[in-house]
T-cell receptor, first 115, second 109 residues
Framework: NAGVTQTPKFQVLKTGQSMTLQCAQDMNHNSMYWYRQDPGMGLRLIYYSASEGTTDKGEVPNGYNVSRLNKREFSLRLESAAPSQTSVYFC??????????????FGDGTRLSIL | RKEVEQDPGPFNVPEGATVAFNCTYSNSASQSFFWYRQDCRKEPKLLMSVYSSGNEDGRFTAQLNRASQYISLLIRDSKLSDSATYLCAVFNAGNMLTFGGGTRLMVKP
């Protein structure tokens, strides 16, 4: 059982390039999340999808777009990468629509560097 | 002021010591609370949920103080393998889980 799978694991981009980070979960979870983690900042929520067909902004959505392709997959897109987006990106999922008391299951992370 | 705050540490303790971390939150309407453990260059993993009455899992005890708006994590008889960063997380209405910046623990022989 793979859980939450993120691809790629590492990526280096030039400023202005675009790319999509992929995330898939095989736990039949309803809610999915994208976070970024910077040193000393903890995890900050970029976007989330409470259920298939819905997406909402988190704490730091600027410069990103998301797509909830189906129940399993939730992708994060950087249209025009900036050095400030250099970070480690984590995808997570929870079973319930509301999140609530349920723990979040995380992928391994994508380490993204923008030059 | 950050919504969820933690002392970044590091906390350097000898094996066998007892160590406690606190995490304060600003939203009095917060509903659910968690402690996550994150090893270096790895993803966060749920350590334990925090219940109103306090809860224990082996050497780990979590407590919630709603009046003072903080949660705590107590680790007894520290092991070398406990060395990690401990993140607290607070869930508010609006389906968002907010994380603290993490507290780094280093257990030394």
């Amino acid at each position: 059982n793979a859980g939450v799978t993120q691809t790629p694991k590492f990526q280096v981009l030039k400023t202005g390039q675009s790319m999509t980070l992929q995330c898939a979960q095989d736990m039949n979870h309803n809610s999915m999340y994208w976070y970024r983690q910077d040193p000393g900042m903890g995890l900050r929520l970029i976007y989330y999808s409470a259920s298939e067909g819905t997406t909402d902004k988190g704490e730091v959505p600027n410069g990103y777009n998301v797509s909830r392709l189906n129940k399993r997959e939730f992708s994060l897109r950087l249209e025009s990468a900036a050095p400030s987006q250099t970070s480690v990106y984590f995808c997570a999922s929870t079973r319930g629509v509301s999140g609530g008391n349920q723990p979040q299951h995380f992928g391994d992370g994508t380490r993204l560097s923008i030059l | 002021r950050k919504e969820v705050e933690q002392d970044p540490g590091p906390f350097n303790v000898p094996e066998g010591a007892t160590v406690a971390f606190n995490c304060t939150y600003s939203n009095s309407a917060s509903q659910s609370f968690f402690w996550y453990r994150q090893d270096c260059r790895k993803e966060p993993k749920l350590l334990m949920s925090v219940y109103s009455s306090g809860n224990e899992d082996g050497r780990f005890t979590a407590q919630l103080n709603r009046a003072s708006q903080y949660i705590s994590l107590l680790i007894r008889d520290s092991k070398l393998s406990d060395s990690a960063t401990y993140l607290c997380a607070v869930f508010n209405a609006g389906n968002m889980l907010t994380f603290g910046g993490g507290t780094r623990l280093m257990v030394k022989p």
